[in-house]
Each structure stands twice: as structure tokens, then as C-alpha cells.
């Protein structure tokens, strides 16, 4: 991949590179930089990245793969990267050496564990890597930011994680009061730290996600308060999330001697669609993969791979797979903009229509160009919990309801004798985090003390009534933090 800076999806206006405006930009959300992507993707071989998997004896570990990946990407990717031990100080709390596992088990199913992170999810990887960039450059300089991440389950809890106590970071996070599993909330309602506020809004986490949208319009609000989102819009989350596919082809290709490389199927359990953008982009760099975009039914992407139908369904069904329960996949924006072209003017009228009349229709060049590079399943309630059912029957092994759904993939290809390429299912989260998902399989839940402490530990969350300002309340929060922020300055300065 080469880049020479970055840009806007919507927009052709490109941010020169630079190790510290293109980072600027990139944990930027405001006007005309939503979903940040690379000014430019260049299809190459992906022979130069097989020394990242070859040049030890053994397989590298992931965090010195990882590292390695992302010096790898270009300048651009390198640039936020100064420090060498930042990215081994993202991961030096995770729960094993490795980082991440590749699980071999039975008929052929390869199961990628990303979730050894502090809060149990995949999440941790990415967030781990942006807040150990974030807080370097906010040190260096001297400033103070305010996060704002709207949560459907996993990523608040790993955004709070990776900044609670820092000094120069404010995070607010806006969590789904009654969608999320109890571990899930406790994860996040029970750090107290002084720069961790928790709010729980009386609606999904679509709705939710309505208030953070209309302050983030608000460019000059934006500016003055120095405002940034975790969420997957933001491009670090992302460009780490690059890995994960590179690591997992290593991993389970048969052969890296061939010429050309094999294709490995890529099963990726999709919410917001981060990681499945992650893939496309691998993919656009020359990584042979298939991707699957395996989704609960909340089924807005893959009506879009299989007909070209991206629009809202009357309303978001809950599902066992919570943290997927998305009807408004903003990944999406990323990925029309890959397989257009690079055509800004096309993702612009696309997505104004999307946010206009809340459908859309694919062009036919999109939708075929989306459709060979990657396909879909929608999985329900029902064919979770068969799935978790028959992962533990034959392996002994107990998946999480998102990393199910995967894995339910897997097992109708098998079933159905379907050919396929060799074939990796990531798996997003521990089931150590949804005891009630692994009762209503049939299940015995493995949880650890850490976990189990959650329920003894003091709680604080303000709640967003339904009827409530919520946008108003976020405003008069980030404007009494800014305020903190300013008196403290002055009275250090003193």
C-alpha cells in the first residue's frame, strides 16, 4: 500500500502527509473527515509482507507481526509510530504472550481468538494501539482531548479501558441501557475513574448513536472542544484492524510458496463493519482472501452484498449477538468508496441519499465489484445457539454468540459440501462475557473472579431518559469538562 495522505470518502480534498497533521486527521471526526480513509490504495503483490511470517523459525508472535505490519503499510501508517515500545505497551496487559491465538479444531474449523485483551473482546486490540498513540502526541503537545463513543456493547468497555486515568484525555460514552449483557454494562459502569463518564440512554444503540452525530456537525463545537470518537469511524481503529487479516492468512494459508498465493476465506463477524473494512483494504493491498460478512438478523449488509439493497429496516431487532444489533453500518461509507473507484462524488451521492429517504439501491458496477470481492450470511437466533451447541459437542470449545455466528457459516459449508478455500473464522469476543447466550445454548458459562467481582464493585451512570435532550446534556457535559480542563491549566500555570 502506498499513501500519500488522507481524505474524506466524501470528500477529494486530500490532508498532506505528515507524522503529525496526517495523525491529527486521522482521530479527527469532524466536518468532511467522517470516516477517514487513505488518499489513495495501490493493488501490489503481498509477497513483500511473507517476511513478516518467514523470518523466524517459528511464527513471529503478533505483537512484533503486528508492529511490523503496520511499519509495513507505508508512511502514513508508520508516521503516528515514533516511539518503537508503543505498540508492545498496548498490549503489555493482555492475558497471553501472544497476543492473538489461532484455535485449530475439528473438521477443518480455524477459529482466530482476538479477544485476550483486558475487557475479553477484539476491540482491545485496536484501542489499546490508539490510545498509546493518542496520549503520546497529546503529552508531546500539551492538549486535551474529549472522547465521545457511542457503545453497543464491546467498544465502550474497551475505550474506557484504554484510557481511563490518563491525564490528558476526557472519555464519554454512551451505552445502551438494557441491550447490552449485564458483564457488559458492569465493564463500564464500574470504572470511576475521574475521566470516565458513563451515560444509559433509554434506546438502542442506533438511536444513540443520534446525539453523538449531531454534536460532531457541529464543526465549530468540534474545534473549540477538542472533541474525537473510538469508535470504528475513527481510521486507527481500523488500520490496526488490518492486521488481523494478515496475521490469520499467515495462519491458515496452505502454502506461502505458491505462485500465485492461495486464496483463505476470511469469515468476519459483522456489526458496524471496522473489521470487515479492514479486510477490504488488506484485500485491496493484494491479500489473497474471500471475505464473509457473517451478520445476525440485522441483515442490512447482506441484503446489500447478495442484491444490492442497502436500507433500514422498520426497526433493530435484538438479538443474542447484541453487539451486532446495527441497522446503520457507517463502515459501509469506507467500503462503497474501495470498490467505486476511489470516487468520492459517487460515495458522497450515495450515502446523501442513504441519509436522505433511508434506502438505497447499489449501481450495478458497485454491487458487482462488492460481490466478487466478498459474500454473506445472515445468521439467527436459533442457528447461534446450534452452532455454540455443536463447537462445544465436538471441541470442548465455548464460542461467543457474535463469534457464532462465524462459525455457523463454516458449518453450512461443511454440511452442504460446499467447496471452499481454506477458511478462518475471527472470533470477536470471549464467552466468558455472555453467560446468559451460553445458558440459552444449553451451556455451562466458564466465568473467571475478575469477572465474577464485577457485581460487587460500585457502579456510576447517568441516565438519558427517553424524552430527555440527550444532545443537549452531551453539550453542557464536554462544555463542564472544558471548563475543568481550563482551570486546571490555569492553576498549573500559576
Known amino acids: ?114 479477544w485476550y485483551g483486558v475487557t475479553y473482546a477484539f476491540k482491545d486490540l485496536s484501542l489499546s494501539c490508539a490510545a498509546q498513540f493518542l496520549q503520546y502526541f497529546l503529552e508531546k503537545k500539551g492538549k486535551h482531548v474529549t472522547i465521545v463513543v457511542g457503545t453497543s456493547g464491546d467498544t465502550g468497555s474497551a475505550a474506557i479501558e484504554s484510557v481511563q486515568g490518563a491525564k490528558n484525555v476526557d472519555i464519554i460514552v454512551l451505552l445502551p441501557k438494557g441491550h447490552c449483557t449485564k458483564i457488559q454494562e458492569l465493564q463500564m459502569t464500574t470504572v470511576l475513574k475521574e475521566n470516565v463518564h458513563v451515560f444509559g440512554v433509554e434506546g438502542n444503540s442506533d438511536e444513540l448513536d443520534e446525539p453523538i452525530k449531531a454534536m460532531f456537525t457541529d464543526v465549530a463545537f468540534v474545534k473549540k472542544h477538542n472533541l474525537m ?30 505462485h500465485p498465493l492461495p486464496f483463505v476465506e476470511m469469515v468476519v463477524p459483522t456489526g458496524a463493519g471496522g473489521n470487515l473494512a479492514a479486510g477490504c483494504l488488506a484485500q485491496k493491498m493484494g491479500l489473497p482472501v474471500r471475505l464473509v460478512a457473517a451478520v445476525n438478523h440485522n441483515d442490512i449488509i447482506h441484503r446489500a452484498i447478495q442484491r444490492g439493497d442497502f436500507s433500514l429496516s422498520a426497526a433493530v431487532r435484538p438479538s443474542l449477538a447484541s453487539a451486532m444489533d446495527i441497522q446503520v453500518p457507517y463502515n459501509m461509507e469506507r467500503i462503497f468508496w ?47 445457539t446450534q452452532a455454540m451447541g455443536r463447537c462445544w459437542e465436538e471441541n470442548q470449545y465455548l464460542l461467543c454468540p457474535h463469534s457464532a455466528v462465524a462459525v455457523s457459516y463454516h458449518y453450512q459449508q461443511m454440511d452442504g459440501r460446499q467447496p471452499s478455500a481454506p477458511q478462518c473464522c475471527l472470533a470477536s469476543a470471549s464467552a466468558v462475557k455472555f453467560p446468559e447466550v451460553v445458558l440459552a445454548a444449553g451451556l455451562t458459562p466458564k466465568i473467571p473472579e475478575e469477572i465474577l467481582a464485577l457485581e460487587r464493585k460500585e457502579t456510576r451512570c447517568t441516565l438519558m431518559k427517553r424524552g430527555d435532550d440527550w444532545t443537549r446534556m452531551l453539550r453542557a457535559t464536554i462544555e463542564d469538562l472544558s471548563r475543568q480542563w481550563r482551570d486546571r491549566s490555569l492553576n498549573v500555570s500559576e
Open 1 to 114: 500500500m502506498s499513501s500519500l495522505g488522507y481524505s474524506g470518502p466524501r470528500s477529494e480534498d486530500q490532508e498532506p502527509e505528515g507524522a503529525q497533521s496526517a495523525w491529527h486527521r486521522a482521530q479527527s471526526v469532524g466536518s468532511g473527515w467522517a470516516g477517514i480513509v487513505p488518499s489513495c490504495v495501490s493493488p501490489s503483490s503481498p509477497r513483500p509482507f511473507l517476511r513478516l511470517r518467514t523470518a523466524d523459525p517459528q511464527p513471529p508472535a503478533p505483537t512484533g507481526s503486528r508492529a511490523r505490519v503496520l511499519r509495513a503499510l507505508g508512511p502514513a501508517a508508520s508516521a503516528p509510530c515514533p516511539a518503537p515500545d508503543l505498540i508492545d505497551r498496548a498490549f503489555s496487559r493482555f492475558r497471553s504472550g501472544d497476543v492473538v491465538h489461532l484455535r485449530k479444531l475439528k473438521n477443518e474449523l480455524n477459529v482466530l481468538e482476538l
Open 229 to 258: 470518537s473510538l469508535n470504528s469511524i475513527n481510521w486507527c481503529r481500523v488500520l490496526v484492524q488490518i492486521a488481523h487479516h494478515f496475521f490469520a492468512y499467515f495462519q491458515c494459508s496452505p502454502s506461502l510458496d505458491m
Open 338 to 384: 474501495l470498490f467505486s473507484g476511489s470516487n468520492s462524488q459517487v460515495t458522497r451521492a450515495l450515502m446523501e441519499q442513504f441519509e436522505r429517504t433511508q434506502s438505497l439501491h447499489l449501481p450495478k458496477d458497485l454491487h458487482s465489484k462488492l460481490s466478487e470481492a466478498m459474500t454473506s450470511v445472515s445468521v439467527s437466533d436459533e442457528a447461534i
